[in-house]
C-alpha cells in the first residue's frame, strides 16, 4: 500500500491530509484520541513542541555561505514577498467586517499564505529553468519559512494600530530562536544540516494532525472557498511581481514566478500566533483552513502558470529568433 507516495502526489499532501482527516475526528469524535497517556500526548497536545522542532529543522537549511548573486536573488524575491503579502494583508485589516474577515479572508491567513513559499516547489522548477545560483538562493528564501515573517508584519500592523495585541521582543526571540539554532547548527556542520533537514519531513504529518484537532469542520466549511481565492490570488500576485522584478533587473523571470506557491509548514503560522498573542486565538481557525487550501490551489496552479509563461517566453525569443535553453533561460 503505497501510503507515501499518494500522499506526494497531492500538493502539500504530507499536510493537508493528516490535517484534514483530523478535522474530521474532532468534529465527529472528539473524544477519540482525548484517552491520556502518549496517544493524546502525541496526536492532540503535541503540537507545539512538534512545531517548535520543525522550525529547528527548517532553520538548519539556511546557508550563510551562498555566493553573492544567489543572495541577491533570494533576498529579492523574499522582500517582494513580504511587501506584497504584508501589503494585501493590512488592505484586510482596513477593510474587515465586523466578523473580522475580508470577502472571507482572515487577514492572518494572507500574510501567512502570501509571505511564505514553497521551497520543494521552487527547487523543482528552477531545477529546469534556472541556474545554479538559482537553486542556491532557497538558502535565503528558507527565513519565510515560519512564523517570523507574519509576526513582523503584525507587530508593524498593531504599532499602526490596525491590530490588536502586540509583540514583545521576547515573543520575537521565542519564535526565531530555534530556526536561529538550527542555522548555527547547519552552517557550522553540513551533516547536521542533511540530518536536520530529513527530520523536518517526518515531523509534517504528526504536526498537521495536531493542528486538525483544533478544528471543526464548520470552520472548513466557513472558509474553504474563500482559501482557494487566496491560493489564486498568491500565484497571480506573488508569482507575478517577483516574475516582473527579475525581468526588470535581467534576471530569469520564470525563477521569479517559481516563488508563487504555498507550503504546508505555513498551516501551522496561524496556531504558532494565537499562541503568543491570545488576541489571535478566536480568527486562528478558519485562517488555518483557509492557509491549507491555499497551499493545496497554489500547488495546482503554479505549474500551470509557470508552463504557461515558459512558452510564452518562448514564442518571444523564436520572433527574436533567439533559441530559448530551458537549462539556462535568460529574460529579454
Same mark, same amino acid.
Do not use: H
Given at each position: ?5 499518494? $500522499? ?187 540530518? $536536520? ?13 495536531? $493542528? ?24 497571480? $500576485? ?95
Amino acid at each position: 500500500m503505497k501510503i507515501k507516495a499518494t $500522499l506526494d502526489r497531492i500538493p502539500g499532501g504530507l499536510m493537508i491530509i493528516p490535517l484534514f482527516l483530523a478535522a474530521i475526528i474532532n468534529t465527529f469524535a472528539p473524544g477519540l484520541l482525548r484517552i491520556g497517556g502518549f496517544t493524546e500526548a502525541l496526536f492532540v497536545n503535541g503540537v507545539m513542541p512538534l512545531i517548535a522542532f520543525f522550525l529547528l529543522c527548517v532553520g538548519a537549511e539556511i546557508n550563510v555561505t551562498n555566493a553573492r548573486t544567489a543572495v541577491a536573488k533570494g533576498t529579492t524575491m523574499l522582500v517582494v514577498k513580504w511587501v506584497i503579502g504584508a501589503g494585501f494583508g493590512m488592505l484586510s485589516y482596513i477593510f474587515a467586517g465586523p466578523n473580522g474577515l475580508f470577502l472571507g479572508l482572515a487577514p492572518l491567513a494572507v500574510i501567512a499564505a502570501m509571505t511564505n513559499s514553497n521551497g520543494s516547489m521552487y527547487v523543482a522548477i528552477v531545477s529546469q529553468y534556472g541556474k545554479e545560483d538559482d537553486k542556491a538562493a532557497i538558502g535565503i528564501l528558507s527565513l519565510n519559512d515560519g512564523p517570523f515573517l507574519t509576526m513582523v508584519a503584525l507587530a508593524i500592523f498593531g504599532t499602526m494600530g490596525f491590530v490588536d495585541g502586540f509583540f514583545s521582543f521576547i515573543n520575537f526571540v521565542a519564535v526565531i530562536l530555534p530556526i536561529l539554532i538550527g542555522a548555527i547548527l547547519g552552517n557550522l556542520d553540513p551533516e547536521m544540516r542533511d540530518f $536536520l533537514t530529513k527530520g523536518a519531513n517526518a515531523l509534517i504529518p504528526f504536526m498537521a494532525f495536531g $493542528l486538525g484537532m483544533t478544528i471543526n469542520l464548520g470552520a472548513i466549511l466557513e472558509g474553504g472557498l474563500a482559501g482557494i481565492a487566496l491560493g489564486v490570488l498568491t500565484v497571480f $500576485l506573488t508569482g507575478t511581481t517577483c516574475s516582473m522584478v527579475f525581468k526588470g533587473i535581467g534576471w530569469n523571470p520564470i525563477v521569479g514566478a517559481a516563488e508563487g506557491a504555498v507550503a504546508g509548514n505555513a498551516i501551522a503560522t496561524p496556531a504558532v500566533i494565537a499562541t503568543v498573542s491570545a488576541s489571535f486565538a478566536p480568527i486562528a481557525g478558519i485562517a488555518t483552513v483557509q492557509v491549507a487550501a491555499a497551499c493545496v490551489t497554489s500547488g495546482i496552479l503554479l505549474p500551470i502558470y509557470i508552463a504557461y509563461l515558459v512558452k510564452k517566453q518562448e514564442k518571444n525569443n523564436m520572433k527574436k529568433e533567439v533559441p530559448l535553453n530551458t537549462a539556462e533561460t535568460v529574460s529579454n
